[in-house]
């Protein structure tokens, strides 16, 4: 870790896209910030830092989270996945493949975050229907408002997924 430690310090092991990490960090220290600060792995984005626009959505062992609200000192052990350990030997997921072909982006800051609990949503079940994919996606706000894109690329990829 480079930062400067302030606060009280712990010893936190975790395991970052495959990668096992031990590090010595100050208390307070987010998901987030350490998976963009010290990892270097931007994809999760620090959009309104309270929870609400699901832009730092990440996997923590296989299920969703909002990297700006869990501590790294919370999750001793655990099993981190961004978006940039979704691909795999040169090969994009096939989730990350559904977006670019059905168009699921516009800025792409909400991408990322889009993306994992696109991920999630399809390990979880939760893709049926349209209806149930936009309910069960709704914790990731596009404002783009690139919304039937991004219902058609879960749908499609979840097909893949699921073969």
């Not at 997921?93 to 991920?119: E, K, L, N």
């Not at 939760?126 to 058609?152: F, K, L």
Request: with cysteine; proline share 2%.
């Amino acid at each position: 870790m480079n930062r400067v430690l302030l606060g009280p310090t712990v010893r936190t092991a975790v395991k970052v896209n495959g990668e096992q990490v031990d590090v010595d960090h100050d208390a307070r220290v987010t998901l987030l910030d350490f998976l963009r600060e010290d990892r270097g792995l931007t994809g999760a984005k620090k959009g309104c830092n309270r929870g609400e626009c699901g832009s730092c959505t990440v996997l923590v062992d296989g299920r969703r989270a909002n990297a700006c609200m869990v501590l790294l000192a919370g999750i001793h052990g655990a099993e981190i996945t961004t978006v940039e350990g979704l691909a795999a030997d040169g090969e994009l997921h096939p989730m990350q493949r559904a977006f670019i072909d059905h168009d699921a982006f516009q800025c792409g800051f909400c991408t990322p975050g889009q993306i994992m609990s696109a991920v999630a949503c399809v390990a979880e079940g939760h893709v049926s229907d349209a209806g149930e994919i936009r309910e069960w996606m709704s914790g990731n706000i596009c404002r783009c408002s690139a919304y039937p894109q991004i219902t058609a690329a879960v749908a499609a990829a979840a097909k893949e997924m699921e073969s």
